[in-house]
């Protein structure tokens, strides 16, 4: 039963990332990879520091580490392009899941 049970969510997972998740290519050291990214986040200005001040949140796309073969991912060097846009790369942090969320800007 619990394997029936890990195979129904295995087959939900998918079916969630291929309907939700945005092609794009992630470029690391010269290389690129067609990848998936799970979870996409638009930047925002409606942030408030403890200042009063607004801050920019910068964009964020959250990938499988998988996807690119888990290459390390060098900051301020490796880019992805997602959406018709190329954004550099400016964090890349693992979540010990096998998903890479990487910090971007430009674009």
Not at 35 to 44: A, I, T
Request: aromatic letters at 4%; proline letters at 6%.
């Amino acid at each position: 039963m619990a394997d029936v049970y890990r195979g129904l969510v295995g087959a939900a997972h998918r079916a969630v990332r291929a309907v939700l998740g945005a092609d794009a290519t992630v470029t690391v050291d010269g290389t690129a990879y067609a990848v998936r990214v799970v979870r996409w986040e638009p930047p925002r200005t409606a942030a408030i520091g403890p200042d009063g001040e607004a801050i920019d949140s910068r964009p964020a796309a959250t990938l499988l580490h998988a996807d690119i073969d888990d290459s390390p991912v060098t900051p301020h060097s490796d880019t992805i392009a997602v959406g018709g846009r190329t954004y550099a790369i400016e964090d890349a942090k693992a979540d010990g899941l096998g998903r890479l969320r990487l910090t971007l800007s430009g674009g």
